[in-house]
Every structure is written in structure tokens, then in C-alpha cells.
Nanobody, 120 residues
Framework: QVHLVESGGGLVQPGESLTLSCRGSGVTFIAYRTRWYRQAPGKEREFVAAIGHGSDGLTNYPQSLRGRFVISRDNAENTVYLKMNSLTPDDTAVYYC????????????WGKGTLVTVSS
């Protein structure tokens, strides 16, 4: 059974950095495309970052976050990270980890999210 757990959220001040983790069980991340999404109060869920399956692990970001957010994967730890820099109150949201198999239709899994609050 696939189980994803996000962690690392919390309260930070504007300008600070934070690293989120997504740990998986019952799944090997390198075989999946992994994405981070976020959902701010009263807003639609928004794509934040992606890392491809396989050893290449190509990354992708929306233009608005490129250069400030960095996604990475530790294959030995079966964990995907999201490093967020220069945080602003607009980054306040619940952050979700999502994995999708490129080979198995319907293999699409989500974690329950971790809350990030940016406030002074």
C-alpha cells in the first residue's frame, strides 16, 4: 500500500527558508514522477515543482517560482525534498506531495499535506 507523508512545515518569517520532505512507503520514488502542489486558503491548488522519474530526474517549475524553489530527490532515503527560499506571506499554504507512475494508469497518489505559514 502506498503511503506518502509530508513534513517540515511550520511558521517562518518572511525572507527565511524552509525545506519540506515527502517520504514514501510502498513505493520507490525513482520510478515515479513526483510533484509538489500547494493550496492557499480560499484558492485553487497550484503546481509548485516537479521531478521526473528515472536517473535523470529532470525538474520543472512554474515561472513564478523558478529560482526560488528547488525540488530534489534522495533515492537512498526514498524521499523528495522541496527547498523554499526567500519566503513571503504569499507562500502560505498547505503543501502536498503527489506521485504519478509513468507506466501504470491510475497510479496517482497524494500525501495529506503539511502547512507552511509565512508571517512576521
Amino acid at each position: 500500500q502506498v503511503h506518502l507523508v509530508e513534513s517540515g512545515g511550520g511558521l517562518v518569517q518572511p525572507g527565511e527558508s524552509l525545506t519540506l520532505s515527502c517520504r514514501g512507503s510502498g513505493v520507490t520514488f525513482i520510478a515515479y514522477r513526483t510533484r509538489w502542489y500547494r493550496q492557499a486558503p480560499g484558492k485553487e491548488r497550484e503546481f509548485v515543482a516537479a521531478i521526473g522519474h528515472g536517473s535523470d530526474g529532470l525538474t520543472n517549475y512554474p515561472q513564478s517560482l523558478r529560482g526560488r524553489f528547488v525540488i530534489s530527490r534522495d533515492n537512498a532515503e526514498n524521499t523528495v525534498y522541496l527547498k523554499m527560499n526567500s519566503l513571503t506571506p504569499d507562500d502560505t499554504a498547505v503543501y502536498y506531495c503527489n506521485i504519478v507512475s509513468p507506466d501504470t494508469p491510475g497510479a496517482d497518489f497524494w500525501g495529506k499535506g503539511t502547512l507552511v505559514t509565512v508571517s512576521s
